[in-house]
């Protein structure tokens, strides 16, 4: 069993940024890929960014790459999604989730454990 707990979300102007957090408690924090999505309203939930196990390896969907960078601290149990250059379309839900395999996946199906999210809002 394993825990999420977000936090960093909040209201910013269209070109700020925010820096988000996802601190895991339970099992092995270090054994575990994660994922950040986000879901807008009326939207189907998507995905943001993964990073594998040691935080070697990370991907980005196309619509945050170059704006977007996901992080992880294994001693804190900590995984961060820096976001920069928001626009409104980023406005969202954001949750994150832990995946257990070798290969990073880029699918909501293959996360196991989900944080309850925290909300950004990019809005002038």
């Known amino acids: 069993q394993v825990q999420l707990v977000e936090s960093g979300g909040g209201l910013v102007q269209p070109g700020g940024s925010l820096r988000l957090s996802c601190a895991a408690s339970?099992?092995?924090?270090?054994?575990?890929?994660m994922g950040w999505f986000r879901q807008a309203p009326g939207k189907e939930r998507e995905f943001v960014a993964a990073?594998?196990?040691?935080?070697?390896?990370?991907y980005y969907a196309d619509s945050v790459k170059g704006r977007f960078t996901i992080s992880r601290d294994n001693a804190k149990n900590t995984v961060y999604l820096q976001m920069n250059s928001l626009k409104p379309e980023d406005t969202a839900v954001y949750s994150c989730?832990?995946?257990?395999?070798?290969?990073?996946?880029?699918?909501?199906?293959?996360?196991?454990?989900w944080g309850q999210g925290t909300q950004v809002t990019v809005s002038s």
């Open positions: 990073i594998n196990w040691s935080g070697g390896n990370s």
């Open positions: 339970g099992r092995i924090f270090s054994s575990y890929n």
């Open positions: 989730a832990t995946q257990n395999g070798r290969w990073v996946s880029t699918r909501i199906d293959a996360y196991e454990y």
